[in-house]
């Protein structure tokens, strides 16, 4: 039987599943897990992309071992981090993450010097503000160290990066390079305005592809160590755009939420929303599958509560449960105990303490101050749960479109108190699942590069008669 290979990377972990379709149903496995994680070199945080590449081809190795000879493969990671390669292949510096302080006050430099506005910047690209959008990186990047920009002759985003290293071939697929904030929201392709404007060299970036296509199969010496060959396909790699069409909505009216490290909020469009009240609320018009545009909202997510278990592990010497945590934040709930801050306050970005930073912004808003588990886990859940009811107000006010449910895929889809929580805060029912929407998103584009479904219409539909959704009702 024919099988497919999804390695869906995050920022904490990476995994290797494997993807069937029988009878019409999908099937996965997953056959390899591994960690990630920034580290500090040179002053910066930095991923450790060698790690990440030899992961990449062990996890190879151990779908063989485990009885799996996939035909195909596909690489999803987080967005706007890039590599860069000189003439000969070689890596210039290292991998730099988006949590590095390097491009704090990027564009308000920009904006001061006249080199570009924000307003002109979103008006070309549909991209919202990050501070770490690829191309502020790009800026810091020439400030701190120009002759290696100037040496570099390729850029590659990671998920190419990656794809580079199974292949030898380089390219640039279209939704990764959407959140660089330098792809035109109407052309789909390197905007040239804004990479003169910006002074960066033209010859690093490589011709953008469109998911679905295929890029060509392993590297002699990859097929041998991991014994079997697989053609690559070009999947959407930006995992938010992968998790964005495992979405199983009901109609045209649903608000997507893909809940992982972080939370993406919003809906699939097939025309981008470039226009200033789009601007000035922050909505984004990423790159998705077939040309389509995800219009969403990036919100702090379960960055928040992953920092929180691990600093209350490290306090204890054992991390709680994920359950552990839902259960002691219902007893707090239970005893009365509420506090909520802004999950985009940009102290919860890379503080040295998530719970001190939560203790702080709640003691200025004269809330009460978390001291438990569970009163840390409910603040972090009643906060995102108000973010998103915010957002979904926004989104409506954007598009004129009253919506009437809510889907939920990632990891985060498994929390039913968030899901109950975010059900309640925005009035209109939850549907939550399947929990790897991400990877399933990524073999979806294979299954139908295959000929294992005819469209993404047809790939959406199975997802619903092959993974348990579950309902939430908004409480009165």
Not at 308 to 316: A, F, I, N, P, S
């Amino acid at each position: 039987m024919a099988c497919h290979l999804a390695i869906d990377i995050g920022a904490s972990s990476g995994r290797h599943i494997v993807g069937q379709v029988v009878d019409g149903r999908m099937e996965l496995t997953e056959v390899y897990r591994f960690e990630n994680g920034l580290t500090r070199r040179g002053g910066h945080l930095c991923w450790d992309i060698d790690a990440l590449a030899e992961n990449v081809v062990v996890g190879l190795a151990a779908a063989k071992e485990a009885g799996f000879d996939p035909t195909t493969i596909g690489i999803d990671t987080w967005a706007v981090d890039y590599v860069l390669l000189d003439g000969d292949d070689r890596r210039l510096g290292d991998c730099v993450g988006y949590r590095d302080s390097r491009t704090d006050g990027v564009r308000d430099a920009l904006e001061l010097s006249g080199i570009l506005s924000f307003s002109e910047h979103y008006a070309r690209t549909g991209i919202q503000y990050q501070q770490f959008n690829t191309a502020y990186q790009l800026c810091a990047l020439s400030r701190e160290d120009r002759a290696a920009l100037d040496a570099a002759e390729a850029l590659l985003m990671v998920p190419d990066y990656l794809n580079w290293v199974l292949t030898g071939r380089k390219a640039q697929e279209y939704t990764n390079a959407s959140t660089t904030a330098l792809v035109n929201a109407q052309t789909c392709d390197w905007d040239d305005v804004l990479i003169d404007r910006l002074n960066l060299p033209w010859d690093i970036f490589q011709p953008i592809r469109m998911p679905g296509e295929a890029l060509g199969h392993l590297r002699p010496e990859v097929a041998e160590r991991v014994g079997f060959d697989a053609e690559i396909v070009l999947v959407a790699s930006h995992d938010t755009g992968s998790a964005w069409l495992a979405v199983p909505a009901r109609d045209d009216k649903a608000v997507h939420f893909s809940s992982g490290t972080w939370s993406l909020v919003g809906v699939e469009n097939r025309k981008p929303i470039c226009s200033p009240e789009s601007a000035m609320t922050n909505f984004t018009n990423e790159g998705g599958y077939e040309r389509r545009y995800r219009y969403l909202k990036n919100i702090m997510g379960l960055w928040m509560i992953q920092n929180v278990r691990k600093e209350l592990g490290e306090q204890t010497g054992i991390a709680p449960t994920w359950d552990e945590l839902v259960a002691a934040a219902e007893e707090a709930r239970a005893a009365g105990f509420r506090a909520v801050v802004d999950a985009d306050d940009p102290e919860f970005l890379a503080p040295a303490s998530m719970l001190a930073a939560l203790r702080e912004v709640c003691a200025r808003s004269n809330q009460p101050v978390p001291a438990t588990m569970g009163e840390y886990a409910l603040c972090v859940y009643d906060s995102l749960a108000d973010d998103y009811a915010r957002t979904v107000a926004l989104l409506s006010a954007l598009t004129g479109v009253d919506y009437t449910s809510i889907n939920i895929v990632g990891g985060g889809s498994n929390n039913g108190y968030l899901n109950q929580a975010t059900a309640d805060a925005c009035g209109l029912p939850v549907f939550a699942g399947p929990a790897e929407g991400t990877a399933l998103g990524n073999l979806m584009v294979q299954f139908i590069y295959a000929g294992e479904y005819a469209s993404l219409e047809d790939a959406r539909a199975a997802i619903k008669e092959s993974f348990d959704i579950k309902e939430y009702l908004p409480r009165a």
